[in-house]
């Protein structure tokens, strides 16, 4: 036997060696993903919708169709990259994402920032995430439109479904109080 044929021999033992049966489908299957919680919903709000929603809102006063000034060099990633997805692309993808965030804010096992469960079983609440839905699909038909006046009337539309959850479950005197209905406190009273 040859010096090559050799090498062939032990790397064929090798490869058999530690292929799995062609019938265990199972064993070679990847894990299945499962979707966690990372961050609060203080956070996860602050990161996603919020930064997204200002976008569409900024699309109100600046005209996302007209031409940028090109970015400072060394003026850092926001900077540079700002017109690659910029425009009117900039203000869709900020739509989508809105409407995403509404999944991220059903998520269960997301805790408050004071440390609630996310309220994810409360009829009010799921209002709240679907007109967030409805709002962010409406921004995006109007930037599609690529129409300034039409931006103008969605961005009131996101704006009220923002409110939708920040007056019953944000917008309290004392943080302890937050991410319980309002309707629900009182009851409780």
Known sequence: MTRFGGV?????????????????V??????AFTPQV?????QMMRGIPFTFSNSVFDAQREDPGAPKKAAEVG??????FRNVYGGWQEV??????????ATLMMMPG?????????????EEYRKGAESLIAAGR????????????AILEVSDTVAIACANCHEPYRDFDKPADRCTSKTRAAAAE
């Open 8 to 24: 062939m021999a032990v790397a064929m033992v090798t490869i058999a060696c530690n292929n799995k049966p062609a019938g265990d």
């Open 26 to 31: 199972a064993a070679q299957a990847p894990p």
């Open 38 to 42: 990372h961050a609060n919903l203080a």
């Open 75 to 80: 003026a850092g990633a926001t900077s540079t």
């Open 92 to 101: 869709e993808n900020s739509a989508l994402a809105l409407s995403e965030s």
């Open 110 to 122: 997301r805790l408050c920032e004071n440390g609630k469960p996310v309220p994810v079983d409360d």
């Open 138 to 149: 409406a921004a995006y038909k109007a930037a599609q439109a690529r129409n300034q006046d």
